[in-house]
T-cell receptor, first 123, second 117 residues
Framework: GQNIDQPTEMTATEGAIVQINCTYQ??????LFWYQQHAGEAPTFLSY????GLEEKGRFSSFLSRSKGYSYLLLKELQMKDSASYLC????????????????????????FGGGTRVLVKP | DVKVTQSSRYLVKRTGEKVFLECVQD?????MFWYRQDPGLGLRLIYF???????EKGDIPEGYSVSREKKERFSLILESASTNQTSMYLC????????????????FGAGSRLTVL
């Protein structure tokens, strides 16, 4: 089965950098996602990696190493509004088979989430 | 700019009651999902659907059922609510091919916090 590990909580100072690590173990891997969730709100999509390497989006970057089953989310120039939970999620490939007459429908994937890392940014 | 709407933000029900949680999306997405979120356990997949009238069990389907009669609507049903189903329930939708590799990006609703007494 899937086992996704990330730290429970991290604290950092405004303006600093924080790196949130995530490890996963599974087959059928189809991408690693990061979501941000503020308290009492819905998770929102931050980033997605399917190939090894670094993806940069402004102050946020995400890294993936498939051979190591490892990803991290890097938050730079921390702001108070970055205080939130950060959810690591693995995409698992899912296909529906309708038999020889209708073939296989590639329906995409479903996500398996880690427990989330609560980041607290202090002044 | 509301995209995934969950009908009830907060519900309080009694043990044994039948509970309906409704979710509607306006993005014409094929895929819809129901997760529950509990402290320390993260989001766990209950059921999902890749097409109208089609449903698949997730990781924790026991005690739940779902209905997808229309593409935009995905309902979660608790036939007989129990106290261990007290949780935050999150609905999400996605469409294949949203990224270059075909992976789906989930758009979540605001959540329904259910308390079973």
């Amino acid at each position: 089965g899937q086992n996704i590990d990330q730290p429970t909580e991290m604290t950092a100072t405004e303006g600093a950098i924080v790196q949130i690590n995530c490890t996963y173990q599974t087959s059928g891997f189809n991408g690693l996602f990061w979501y941000q969730q503020h308290a009492g709100e819905a998770p929102t999509f931050l980033s997605y990696n399917v190939l090894d390497g670094l993806e940069e989006k402004g102050r946020f970057s995400s890294f993936l190493s498939r051979s190591k089953g490892y990803s991290y989310l890097l938050l730079k120039e921390l702001q108070m509004k970055d205080s939130a939970s950060y959810l690591c999620a693995e995409g698992n490939d899912y296909k529906l088979s309708f038999g020889a007459s209708r073939g296989i429908k590639a329906a995409g994937n479903k996500l398996t989430f880690g427990g989330g890392t609560r980041v607290l940014v202090k002044p | 700019d509301v995209k995934v709407t969950q009908s009830s933000r907060y519900l309080v029900k009694r043990t044994g009651e039948k509970v309906f949680l409704e979710c509607v999306q306006d993005m014409d997405h094929e895929n819809m999902f129901w997760y529950r979120q509990d402290p320390g356990l993260g989001l766990r997949l209950i059921y999902f659907s890749y097409d109208v009238k089609m449903k698949e069990k997730g990781d924790i389907p026991e005690g739940y059922s779902v209905s997808r009669e229309k593409k935009e609507r995905f309902s979660l049903i608790l036939e007989s609510a129990s106290t261990n189903q007290t949780s935050m329930y999150l609905c999400a939708s996605s469409s294949p091919g949203q990224t270059g590799s075909g992976a789906n990006v989930l758009t979540f609703g605001a959540g329904s916090r259910l308390t079973v007494l």
